[in-house]
Every structure is written in structure tokens, then in C-alpha cells.
């Protein structure tokens, strides 16, 4: 398996845009995660889909931040109208069970978001 | 809800020695725990995981402790080599959620 398949993994763009991130999760995998990663803050779980459902959005910023899961291979994180403190990396990770293991999360490569 | 913490921010070690690495959780209702290891300008990745019906597991060269009792987990990584030198996280499967700790990033020492 390819693993978790994040696109774009840079992208730098100017305030008050709109930025689409992409996430192609493992197949198989029931549950997928979007996380935001900064110095200051760490890993902070933004949302989290179980088959294709948002379960908990409570790690939203605000309503400028949106996320979809129209099927089960993929997903977007979509911020508009994007800001500077918005620039952080952005992890999507699925979740499915280790061979003769637990349910494990495995993350994608990242998106580095630079807003100016 | 759940919280995660780990006790120190950053951790230098002798390149051959061992490394404790420490976190602590808040809700005794989790159940499942796993360290990720992350290297610069990646994902988390995978280590090694317990489940709360047991207090000690091993793998490669790692060892998990759980002490349920205090709530408090740490992670041990024997002869530290300098491809161990990222940052390190605990994360406590709470509900259909994971929370992770902050994460410790551990530097190995020539």
C-alpha cells in the first residue's frame, strides 16, 4: 500500500485566498483525521471522520475551515479565506487495525502551508 | 475528555546509552496507547503500542511501561543510536479518539 497520499505538500499563497488540501487514505481504513502542526501548539486534532461521517469538528479554528469526506478515499481540508496564522503543516491520517494488532493511526507526509 | 503531557520538552543522550522518555494521561478510561516517532519533515510514525490490561511490552531495541495507577507511561529505547534522534509522542486512544502529548525531542550525542 501506497500509505496515507497528501497533496500538495507545499503550498505557499498570499492572505484572504482560498487553500483546498487533499487526503487519500489507506484502503480499507474506516476512520480519517486532519491534525495541524506548529512550534507553538504541537499536534492538534482538527477533525475526524468514521466512515465517511464527521464525529467531532470541535478542533475546527472557525467557520473559515471546512472539511469533506465524500467517499471513503478521500478527503479535503478546504480554508477560506486563508490567514498567516493559518501557516502550519497539515497531517491527514487514517486509522486501521495492525496485522494481529490494535486500530493504529498512519500519517500522510504533510502539507507545509506558508500564508503571507 | 482526555489530556496528554510528557514531562520534559527535550532530552539529550550519549549515542550507546539508554533513553526514558515520559508522559502522563489524564483519563483513566483510555485504553489503548501508542508512540510515534517523528523525524524532520515528516509524519508520525508507528513505534510501539499497549493496551491498559498491561503494563509492559517490548519491541526492537523499545520498551513501553504503563503504571495505570499514576497514569503515567514512558518510553525506553535501549543503546540510542543517531537515527533515534527525533521528537517523540505518546497519544491515549480516548472514545474514537486519539490525543496526543506534546512531544519530546530526544538529540543523540556522538
Known amino acids: 500500500d501506497a500509505g496515507v497520499i497528501q497533496s500538495p505538500r507545499h503550498e505557499v499563497t498570499e492572505m484572504g485566498q482560498e487553500v483546498t488540501l487533499r487526503c487519500k487514505p489507506i484502503?480499507?481504513?474506516?476512520?480519517l483525521f486532519w491534525y495541524r502542526q506548529t512550534m507553538m501548539r504541537g499536534l492538534e486534532l482538527l477533525i475526524y471522520?468514521?466512515?465517511?461521517?464527521?464525529?467531532?469538528d470541535s478542533g475546527m479554528p472557525e467557520d473559515r475551515f471546512s472539511a469533506k469526506m465524500p467517499n471513503a478515499s478521500f478527503s479535503t481540508l478546504k480554508i477560506q479565506p486563508s490567514e498567516p496564522r493559518d501557516s502550519a503543516v497539515y497531517f491527514c491520517?487514517?486509522?486501521?487495525?495492525?496485522?494481529?494488532?490494535?486500530?493504529?493511526?498512519?500519517f500522510g507526509p504533510g502539507t507545509r502551508l506558508l500564508v503571507l | 475528555g482526555e489530556s496528554v503531557g510528557l514531562h520534559l520538552p527535550t532530552l539529550s543522550v550519549q549515542e550507546g546509552d539508554n533513553s526514558i522518555i515520559n508522559c502522563a494521561y489524564s483519563n483513566s478510561a483510555s485504553d489503548y496507547f501508542i508512540w510515534y516517532k517523528q523525524e524532520s519533515g515528516k509524519g508520525p510514525q508507528f513505534i510501539i503500542d499497549i493496551r491498559s490490561n498491561m503494563d509492559k511490552r517490548q519491541g526492537q531495541r523499545v520498551t513501553v511501561l504503563l503504571n495505570k495507577t499514576v497514569k503515567h507511561l514512558s518510553l525506553q529505547i535501549a543503546a540510542t543510536q543517531p537515527g533515534d534522534s527525533a521528537v517523540y509522542f505518546c497519544a491515549a486512544h480516548y472514545g474514537q479518539n486519539f490525543v496526543f502529548g506534546p512531544g519530546t525531542r530526544l538529540s543523540v550525542l556522538p
Open positions: 491520517a487514517s486509522s486501521g487495525l495492525r496485522t494481529g494488532g490494535e486500530e493504529t493511526q498512519y
Open positions: 471522520f468514521n466512515n465517511n461521517v464527521p464525529i467531532d
Open positions: 484502503s480499507g481504513h474506516n476512520s
